[in-house]
């Protein structure tokens, strides 16, 4: 005739009994904060990435206007891309981001953290990583919705070192 399913519980020490309950519930508590950790670090991630393509609306929002006068007559296209560069190349976020247009070829149009790309043709080329940061930019803007994030390792403005980085990638189709 079978036992009872926990007789192995009452063969034990009180000692031991009360050690394997302590002990389950330290294992369920370091579970539970685990779990916390990864949850609060995808929510800082989630809202680095809401934060980064808000500021990117606010940029395509800037273009935009530049755009409308083009349309009205007011500029043309020529005065207006180029007011428009500038009006991003002077703002910033956060104590060192900062703004960057390339066209649909991988040509840096305005970089305002590293103004020695501007002009150069940039597909191909990778970052600390290997990673094909130009061709994913270019990729990102011309496939889908045109829009998306792109994850990069690149020096921050006035440094050497490399280190991760986030971009939200908006395409202006309309000044290509």
């Known amino acids: 005739m079978r036992g009872k399913p926990m007789d192995w519980l009452d063969k034990l020490q009180v000692r031991t009994r009360l050690a394997l309950v302590i002990n389950t519930a330290l294992l369920g508590l370091l579970a539970l904060a685990i779990f916390a950790v990864i949850e609060s670090t995808a929510t800082l991630n989630r809202g680095h990435e809401e934060r980064i393509r808000h500021l990117v609306e606010v940029a395509d929002d800037i273009i935009g206007n530049y755009r409308k006068l083009e349309a009205d ?67 990102t803007a011309t496939t889908g919705s045109g829009s998306g994030y792109v994850h990069y390792d690149f020096p921050r403005a006035g440094q050497t070192a490399s280190a991760p980085k986030l971009a939200y990638v908006a395409a202006v189709p309309a000044w290509k």
């Not at 891309?81 to 002077?90: G, H, M, N, S, V």
Request: no cysteine.
């Open 73 to 139: 007559g007011k500029l043309s296209t020529a005065e207006a891309q180029t007011q428009a560069k500038e009006a991003l190349r002077t703002l910033r976020f956060g104590t060192d981001d900062d703004f960057f247009i390339y066209d649909f070829d991988g040509k840096g149009v305005m970089v305002a953290g590293s103004p020695q790309i501007e002009g150069q043709a940039m597909l191909g080329k990778t970052d600390a990583k290997g990673f094909k940061l130009w061709d994913a930019l270019v990729a």
